[in-house]
């Protein structure tokens, strides 16, 4: 779907005809060279003519601008109507055109999630920007749960979170040694103190049991377990343990809202992003799967030719992207693809303003709720000054 479209010849003799006949929108474009052996030059801009009157105009011999007159042959571009759009598709043609230096085109980094690597004998939650993956492309090796805005966002969430429970926050290699002097966790309590056998292996593996379900839960496991603690407290009439686990309730309740909504497990992170697209009454779905992007669709809500309804076109393109055959690829171009498509997603989910709307799916989809949004993104802007109908 996210192909380059349109294009022109460029003749420089005949510039006026074809600067008019490039749209005033943003777009993703592709310069081919007049030598076979030159490397196209890739753009996105806000303005197409705006900017190839700049690249390919006469040249000012006072000026360093660049100046590509003398090299285009023709030009290949495609209208994008968001940004989220326009970044995916650059995404997309760089690595299709560049695949050895498209990252650097794209400033590209994975962004931070947490880690429990399970591979570990006592595992701990750290932060990371790798995900290993099997030959699936599925994550592998622990749970990894994300993405955030940056690593010092994640590690903040981390600190908050594992105050609930006594995991290891150190990074030395556990040897069980009695005569090791510990911590100031395993001191305060906040620890199970593996490193001088404060524990059995069994104790800290089911704390670290405990904690794997709180992010796979998105800290519902935890929640209800002091839901009941509290309830229980007050059945036998002991105000004072419920107060205290209310306290915590409100604790964890705090920690929950301070982390992003997009984040949870990446193995779970299923999602339909909507953006307005640059035809008329249609809207974009890019589908996200276990926090890879699927082939985006194009929901044309205003063509009544469609012998199926809008509800059922959704319906079938979701229950598709759940049901793709898993990416093709070694393990390592797995991995490296899904960090990038967490970053392009967490680029767009932190960017403020953000264009268009996301949707988590939970147990089943909110089919009515991204009809409504749909209908929210194609309706006209109110102009300034326009009072709210009564």
């Known amino acids: 779907m996210l ?6 010849e460029f003749n420089p003799d005949h510039d006026a005809e074809f600067f008019s006949l490039l749209p005033e929108q943003p777009a993703v474009c592709l310069i081919e060279p007049r030598e076979g052996s030159a490397e196209p030059h890739l753009i996105r801009t806000a303005n197409l003519r705006r900017r190839l009157q700049r690249l390919l105009g006469p040249l000012d011999p006072s000026s360093k601008r660049l100046n590509l007159r003398d090299f285009a042959r023709q030009v290949r571009y495609r ?11 650059y995404y997309r043609i760089a690595r299709q055109f ?11 980094r994975p962004s931070p999630v947490l880690k429990i690597n399970l591979k570990n004998a ?25 993405p955030f805005a940056s690593r010092k966002a994640a590690q903040t969430f ?56 709180f992010l796979q839960t998105g800290g519902g496991s935890l929640r209800s377990a002091y839901e009941r603690e509290r309830e229980k407290a007050s059945d036998d009439l002991d105000f004072e343990r419920a107060a205290a686990v209310h306290k915590k309730l409100e604790k964890l ?23 307005r697209m640059g035809e008329e009454q249609t809207i974009g779905m890019f589908g996200l799967r276990g926090g890879r992007l699927a082939e985006p669709f194009a ?6 030719s469609q012998p199926r309804s809008a509800e059922e076109t959704v319906r079938d393109y979701l229950e598709s992207v759940m049901n793709a055959a898993p990416p093709a690829g070694n393990v390592r171009q797995l991995s490296t693809e899904l960090g990038e498509h967490l970053r392009l997603v967490s680029r767009w989910f932190y960017s403020n303003p953000r264009e268009g709307e996301i949707f988590l799916r939970e147990k089943d989809w909110p089919y009515r709720r991204i009809l409504r949004a749909c209908a929210r993104l194609l309706a006209p802007p109110k102009a300034e000054g326009d009072a709210p109908k009564a």
């Open 299 to 304: 929901l044309r809500l205003g063509d009544t």
């Open 3 to 8: 192909e380059l479209d349109a294009g022109l």
């Open 79 to 89: 209208g994008t109507c968001s940004a989220f759009e326009q970044s995916f598709t």
């Open 122 to 146: 006592y595992p701990r939650c750290y932060v990371t920007r790798h995900i290993s993956v099997n030959d699936q492309g599925s994550p592998a090796g622990g749970i990894y749960y994300g």
């Open 98 to 108: 560049f695949p050895k230096r498209y990252k650097t085109l794209m400033r590209l």
């Open 158 to 213: 981390a600190d908050s979170v594992l105050d609930f429970f006594k995991v290891r926050r150190c990074q030395i290699k556990i040897r069980r040694d009695p005569d090791f002097p510990g911590c100031l966790y395993s001191e305060m309590k906040m620890c199970l103190g593996p490193c001088f056998g404060g524990c059995t292996k069994e104790d800290y593996d089911v704390e670290v049991n405990r904690l794997v379900e």
């Open 253 to 275: 309740e705090d920690a929950l809202r301070a982390g992003p909504e997009i984040a949870r497990s990446v193995r779970d992170l299923n999602a339909v992003i909507l953006q």
